[in-house]
């Protein structure tokens, strides 16, 4: 099935895996999504740069096929040093119950990415993608240089034109369903929990270059539906998630397998920044939090050390289990049938709309 | 373009009118819709028995082919008198703002459901479409007795399994990009704002009656898609408030033509039950609200008369402007051209698809 962007991007298939910082997009997943005619895609966005090296070099000891590599654009944070004291303070009630020491210093809360990104074109990928932001014109130039494709994220119409400017080759139009962090870097006047198929269409019509549709597509129905609206390809994250190549923690897949489409909400409370996961009592708790939630990445270093003591306990309440909307039709198996499934139901959809 | 719901109901074509109680879906938009193959519906939901029979016998001056009616099930509220005389209270800035007498008694706040839906009965009308619950058997019963097809409203998977399981003919799948007011009416863990793009195929995974895909669907993109998704037909509300047949005031059409798809929020502000709407000055002032916002229908009747002053002022501000996340694809137009232009896009859609 060729679009616009399977020929760019020199894939078989239009699909894409979501970059799932944190654990979720191992080298075996990338890889396996790869070579099943896909595109995988490293979450490197809390890796270093020489973690970043090391993964892009594991990736491609299983497959000579494009990949992609996403990182988090920065943007220096603005809460005061009483909001983060206030913060780094009530989280001990947390850290009490993961069992860890309490009222630790505030960490060191970013890698640079500017190293992050020399590390990116230093190994020869094919694809980079990033989120929260745009990154400088020197960066977005050099990339070029490399002969490296660049995937920017929108939330927004605004967003998605203001990326196009900048010069990217494509857009993942994020739609509310998403899981995980939402990709929003301008002031919207509304939370910008733009539903996929409102989304789509709208940016469809003010840009002129791919755009990658992600949000609740999980299957040929969520693909087809994608290219009806205007993208030429998916992004899906929440279904591989469960997949056996996937690094989620077991605890994390089995609520991904057992949850419904209403499980998930936004919150900031785990990053500083607004992301959709499933419901936990952390979430629950953090609802009435009364002061203010440090920007990202500071609020993301403070609660880091709970979310991985809650993960060797096997306690899901205070991990992050980022999630979408499209829950119920998580499946346990390979990344490749993922892809294979995906592709052969959209073929067969394909084939009855020409049909009717 | 045949689908089983087109055949179930009579119709040419598989489009219906969304039910936009309050004065936008007039006699004449809803004939228009279904002289143009479509079904076009009555919002019925404020309207009293007089009003309904008066309204349907419009309509059918104007029309001979079939068109629905859309009641709100009643739920008691549970407000205490507390709460809604702090909100009584509180709304005194707005009636000054709006120029109207302060603290006014408390109005009566719900027309007689049994009575309404007898009125509906009565008149010998297509299809019967309900929001906000599920009627008792007995009306349910009553309405196939009168071979009225009944269509519920779904936001969820576990409400569309009820109302399967409660004999409703199709279900509405109202996915969080719809503008208006939320269907929803189990608890949820979380706002049940699921996008339609998830949505729709959930809930067709999970019943064997025909789905009607809403939120976000403006035109035959939309169409298209939410057919691949697994629905049967749509329902569309922002695309038919800015037609010419439309009840909406100018200033409200002037808003919908207007603004973004990031302009609107859910609010209870208005009427006590979660709607979306585009953002006004109230709604931004609500947000600060420190009491219990009362239940619907109380909340709705006692800011009744600060709607209806801000409307003859001519002050969009205060209205309550229901609105999808579809808006930059509003155009001003009138409801025949809107079927016809959606159809034609479809039909385009379909035979590129099945080229591929």
New interface residues.
């Given amino acids: 099935?060729e679009t616009e962007l399977t020929r760019r991007l020199a894939i078989q298939y239009p699909i894409l895996q979501a970059p799932m910082a944190g654990g979720p997009s191992t080298p075996e997943l990338v890889a396996a999504v790869s070579n099943a005619g896909g595109l995988g895609s490293i979450g490197a966005g809390y890796l270093s740069p020489e973690q970043i090296r090391q993964t892009i070099r594991e990736v491609k000891q299983r497959t000579d096929r494009p990949f992609g590599v996403n990182l988090f654009v920065p943007k220096q944070p603005t809460t005061s040093a009483d909001a983060i004291a206030r913060m780094n303070h009530y989280l001990d009630k947390y850290r009490i119950e993961a069992g860890i020491a309490t009222n630790p210093p505030i960490p060191k809360y970013a890698e640079s990415f500017e190293e992050q990104a020399q590390a990116v074109m230093g190994e020869n990928v094919s694809v980079f993608s990033f989120t929260f932001g745009i990154p400088s014109q020197d960066i977005m130039e050099a990339m070029k240089l490399h002969g490296i494709n660049v995937i920017g994220t929108a939330t927004?119409?605004?967003e998605a034109i203001k990326l196009e400017s900048a010069g990217v080759d494509a857009i993942v139009a994020q739609?509310?369903?998403a899981g995980g962090h939402r990709g929003s870097f301008l002031p919207?006047?509304?939370?910008?929990?733009?539903?996929?198929?409102?989304?789509v269409?709208?940016i469809a019509?003010?840009v002129s270059i791919p755009i990658i549709a992600s949000?609740?597509?999980?299957?040929g129905?969520?693909l087809?539906?994608?290219?009806?609206?205007?993208a030429s390809a998916v992004q899906m994250g929440t279904a591989f998630l469960a997949s056996h190549e996937s690094g989620a923690h077991t605890v994390y897949k089995g609520r991904i397998l057992t949850s419904?489409?209403?499980?998930?909400?936004v919150t900031s409370a785990y990053s500083g920044k607004a992301a959709r996961g499933i419901?936990t009592d952390y979430i629950t708790d953090m609802r009435t939090y009364q002061g203010e939630i440090p920007d990202y990445p500071i609020q993301h270093a403070m609660t880091r050390e709970i979310r991985q003591a809650a993960s060797k306990a096997n306690n899901p309440e205070l991990m992050s289990l980022w999630a979408?909307?499209?829950l119920?039709?998580a499946k346990e198996r390979g990344a490749a049938e993922i892809v294979e499934q995906t592709m052969e139901q959209a073929r067969l959809?394909?084939?009855n709309?020409?049909?009717?």
Avoid at 260 to 265: L, N
Avoid at 353 to 356: I, T, V
Wanted: overall charge negative.
């Fill in positions: 099935m927004t119409v605004e739609g509310s369903e919207s006047k509304t939370d910008a929990l733009i539903g996929t198929m409102a989304l269409p709208q019509d003010h949000g609740g597509i999980m299957d129905r969520g087809v539906a994608s290219l009806v609206l205007g419904s489409e209403d499980a998930t909400e419901l979408g909307q499209g119920r039709l959809l394909m084939r709309m020409g049909r009717q």
